[in-house]
């Protein structure tokens, strides 16, 4: 059963044009086909049939007893499906839609979108990489209040925190590592300096992967702008959502691969310690 709300529910519905009890320009012949070939299952079974069985009382039952990741990939396929329609549209109607009512119409397209997004759970990869590397407990609370956000599918709100969280986390390795740095010194060279280390130290094995973490320092260079130009660090417009989901992604990504770094140095102490302290003769 799906979890989508009731607000969510009305804005799919207002962009599909269900209140008349069609489906976007869907015919019943091509309804059947296209909700067969994005998910496999039979919208003409007698499980969705809903009230006066019309194409939009169907689509409504189907959301009703299916799962969310269904659902979400078909209002996906289907959003794109009648935007591409509304846009064609636009070139060949002697009445295209004024300029107000095209923008209120990609306004809900995208929201749409990204609740088809959210539903398939697949906004920001490694999402649980975002954990604190230490027992601070503001640190604690502000991965809460990142994951929560994109929980919410609003990562475009959360670019500000993401920042803050990515500078302690890189800060927290440095002291482990006792690599020095300044109290006002900027992300991405902060980070040049951890990345340094562990290049210096053999824990890179590949030249590609060298290349992608220095890159990496360059991405975030980039993302003291995003912070400082484009999200609520200061009275700013936001960035939009699919950078903010881009962006959110690479950082993941990025934590991910760090944590699995230092996740092997740990052991690689851990053994050279036990080995240090139970000598054999």
Same mark, same amino acid.
């Given at each position: 059963?799906?979890?989508?709300?009731?607000?969510?529910?009305?804005?799919?519905?207002?962009?599909?044009?269900?209140?008349?009890?069609?489906?976007?320009?869907?015919?019943?012949?091509?309804?059947?086909?296209?909700?067969?070939?994005?998910?496999?299952?039979?919208?003409?079974?007698?499980?969705?049939?809903?009230?006066?069985?019309?194409?939009?009382?169907?689509?409504?039952?189907?959301?009703?007893?299916?799962?969310?990741?269904?659902?979400?990939?078909?209002?996906?396929?289907?959003?794109?499906?009648?935007?591409?329609?509304? !846009? @064609?549209?636009?070139?060949?109607?002697?009445?295209?839609? &004024? $300029?107000?009512?095209? *923008?209120?119409?990609? =306004?809900?397209y995208h929201e749409c979108l990204n609740i088809a997004q959210r539903l398939q759970g697949n906004? !920001? @990869?490694?999402?649980?990489?975002?954990?604190?590397?230490? &027992? $601070?407990?503001?640190? *604690?609370?502000?991965? =809460?209040?990142?994951?929560?956000?994109?929980?919410?599918?609003?990562?475009?709100?959360?670019?500000?925190?993401?920042?803050?969280?990515?500078?302690?986390?890189?800060?927290?390795?440095?002291?482990?590592?006792?690599?020095?740095?300044?109290?006002?010194?900027?992300?991405?060279?902060?980070?040049?300096?951890?990345?340094?280390?562990?290049?210096?130290n053999g824990n890179i094995e590949t030249e590609m992967s060298k290349r992608i973490l220095k890159?990496?320092?360059?991405?975030?260079?980039?993302?003291?702008?995003?912070?400082?130009?484009?999200?609520?660090?200061?009275?700013?417009?936001?960035?939009?959502?699919?950078?903010?989901?881009?962006?959110?992604?690479?950082?993941?990504?990025?934590?991910?691969?760090?944590?699995?770094?230092?996740?092997?140095?740990?052991?690689?102490?851990?053994?050279?310690?036990?080995?240090?302290?139970?000598?054999?003769?």
């Open positions: 059963m799906s979890e989508i709300t009731i607000r969510e529910k009305a804005k799919i519905e207002k962009f599909l044009g269900m209140s008349s009890g069609y489906v976007a320009d869907f015919s019943d012949r091509t309804f059947h086909e296209f909700v067969g070939v994005v998910t496999g299952l039979d919208i003409d079974d007698p499980k969705y049939h809903y009230a006066s069985n019309s194409k939009a009382n169907r689509l409504r039952q189907f959301i009703k007893v299916e799962d969310d990741q269904t659902i979400g990939k078909l209002i996906q396929e289907m959003c794109y499906h009648y935007f591409d329609v509304l !846009v @064609e549209g636009q070139t060949k109607t002697w009445y295209p839609q &004024d $300029d107000d009512k095209l *923008k209120e119409s990609q =306004e809900l906004v !920001v @990869e490694n999402i649980s990489a975002l954990k604190p590397n230490s &027992d $601070d407990t503001d640190f *604690k609370k502000l991965a =809460e209040s990142i994951r929560e956000s994109i929980e919410k599918n609003l990562p475009e709100v959360a670019l500000d925190r993401l920042h803050t969280f990515v500078m302690k986390y890189i800060r927290e390795l440095c002291k482990k590592h006792g690599i020095e740095y300044e109290v006002d010194e900027s992300l991405h060279s902060i980070f040049g300096k951890y990345i340094k280390f562990l290049i210096a890159t990496s320092i360059s991405n975030l260079d980039s993302f003291n702008d995003v912070r400082n130009n484009k999200s609520f660090a200061h009275d700013n417009p936001i960035l939009n959502y699919e950078e903010s989901v881009l962006v959110f992604n690479n950082i993941s990504n990025m934590i991910k691969f760090i944590q699995a770094i230092e996740n092997k140095l740990n052991k690689s102490k851990e053994e050279n310690k036990t080995d240090w302290e139970d000598p054999t003769f």
